[in-house]
């Protein structure tokens, strides 16, 4: 009776998480969730290109400019550590990956060593993120002693709210990796799981590739 | 039936280890392309600088998307999801570059 009454419970969750297509519905939703975001990160990124090279005042992203008072401002941009932060943020979707595997195929051959660590991959994952947003903090900084606020001319405007938008998703993507390396530490994340950890990952491969875009648009164009 | 409908977003083969470390490889040699490209001047002033970038950094997105997103193995549904307002955006973009002059034709 109580295998009966188990049994109809399950089925009943299931039918809560399901929908008639036989997806499940939260990776639906986050889907559309990223199709929505498309948009928006689309909108930011026409934004920046519009009023590309329409500053009146420096500093300039990639040339050097001198004030009516004489001070000289170097070219903004700093191509070296931005590339040492993206090549950050590409590998932590390896981590990424590699993070769903392990959760995915837990007991299973082949799993057993560090590729079915999914507590390893998860904090690599996050550490990853968290270097990141270091790397934009420094930037952000500097830039400012520099001389560039989001004030000071459309390109600071349009640059601080692009990349702010995108460091606040890496911010929410890192609290999350973290809320699941937490739970993965308090009873051990299953195969059962590996769904959340599939929409989790889906969502940090998105801000991956918003910032493949933004790196080239932004920061390699002239 | 019931377990074929309800698991039909995981019935699809993800990428293997081996495959995942080829993508991440070649994400690395994309992006150490593009950034050696920006410290070429010859480069950086030539016709081919612009395009170029944008291939390499749209290939990367595609690499991205379908292997580690697993759009490649996932249902078409998530793919229309996707690509419907990614199309949108795109185009959006390119609207605003020509409405404000940033490309012209001809």
Known sequence: MATVAAAGAHEAHEHAHYTTTGLNHRKIAMWTFIGSECMLFGSLISTYLVYKGRSVVGPFPHEAWTSPTGQAFKPILNIPVTSASTFVLLMSSLFMVLALAAVENKGKPGYEGLLGASKFWLAATAAAGATFLGFQAFEFTSFVHEGLTIRTNLFGTSFYTLTGFHGTHVAVGVLWLMTMLFIDLKRGLEPRDAINVDIMALYWHFVDVVWIAIFTLVYLIK | ?106
């Open chain 2, 1 to 106: 039936m019931s377990t074929d409908r309800t698991h039909a977003d995981h019935a699809h083969e993800h990428p293997t280890w081996k495959q995942y470390k080829w993508v991440a490889l070649w994400l690395f040699v994309i992006t150490v392309f593009e950034v050696w490209a920006y410290y070429v001047p010859a480069f950086v002033a030539s016709k081919a600088f612009v395009p170029t970038l944008i291939i390499m950094s749209a290939v990367k997105f595609t690499i991205v998307v379908l292997f580690y997103m697993h759009l490649k193995y996932d249902h078409q549904m998530f793919r229309r999801l996707f690509t419907g307002p990614l199309i949108i955006a795109a185009c959006t973009l390119v609207a605003f570059l020509f409405l404000f002059s940033k490309v012209r034709i001809g």
